[in-house]
């Protein structure tokens, strides 16, 4: 009942949370979030210009719940325009090709970039190498020892996924879409000094099933 409680409060409050991705020209940004929102791969490249948009819907814990997905363009040409989107975000996610070192020396750069126009202290991070399926497993294994020591230096969560063949998409987007949803909540509680009810509602952010945990049975909640 008090988590009932709780929930109708969290969710006239936890609308939506920015999140922008930024990486490498052609390092498959905007195919990993097109496989995610949209189920499509394409294997021609058309760069991004400035930026592009995708909202995601989800629900959490039954509380409906939206992801603004601010995908920009990793070109130098109009890495200006993209970074005047950075500001305000919730999580970075910083890409980088799994195929391609150089693209993760990058990725500090990108988090420099990002950070000038967002608190630290708050925003979640992301390191995520792309295009698995293209990565031999000895290259894979040898780009992944530096990529798992990079992202603790940057204090990022770090995923290799592949929006060719979907793996790893999914239990991605949903992670992120836990960890937002929970900071939001426990930021918001700690604000109104309930530290209590943040241990109620905190979520089991493994859960790959926010979708489906959440549409095969819709709480009422405030009955
Ligand atoms: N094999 C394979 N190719 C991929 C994958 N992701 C992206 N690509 C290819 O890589 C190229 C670049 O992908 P984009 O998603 O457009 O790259 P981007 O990072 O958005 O590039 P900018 O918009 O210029 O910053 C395209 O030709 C994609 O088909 C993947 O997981 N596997
Ligand atoms: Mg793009």
């Keep these: 009942m008090q988590h009932c409680f709780i929930l109708c409060f969290l969710s006239s409050r936890f609308k939506i949370s920015k999140v922008i991705v930024v990486g490498d020209l052609a390092v498959g940004k905007t195919c990993l979030i097109n496989r995610f929102c949209k189920n499509v791969f394409d294997k021609n490249y058309k760069a991004t210009i400035g930026v592009d948009f995708e909202m995601e819907r989800f629900e959490v814990l039954g509380v409906p719940f939206s992801l603004q997905l601010w995908d920009t363009a990793g070109q130098e040409r109009f890495k200006c325009i993209a970074s005047t989107y950075y500001r305000g975000a919730q999580a970075v996610i910083i ?20 950070m000038k ?20 497993p000895a290259q894979y294994t040898l780009i992944e020892q530096d990529a798992i020591q990079l992202a603790d230096q940057m204090k990022a969560e770090y ?7 979907g793996e790893n998409v999914r239990e991605f ?14 930021a918001e509680l700690e604000k109104s000094g309930s ?3 943040g241990e109620v509602v905190q979520i089991n952010s493994n859960s790959n099933n926010l979708y489906a945990t959440s549409k095969k049975k819709q709480p009422n909640c405030c009955q």
């Design 159 to 165: 995923w290799a996924v592949s929006a060719l063949s």
């Design 117 to 136: 126009e967002n608190d630290p202290t708050s925003v979640l991070l992301f390191l995520v190498g792309t295009k698995k399926d293209l990565s031999s």
């Design 95 to 114: 890409v980088f090709d799994l195929t391609d070192v150089a693209s993760l020396e990058h990725t500090r750069q990108w988090l420099e970039d990002a």
């Design 173 to 186: 987007f949903f992670r992120v879409a836990s960890l937002t949803f929970e900071a939001n909540v426990l």
């Design 195 to 197: 530290r209590r009810i």
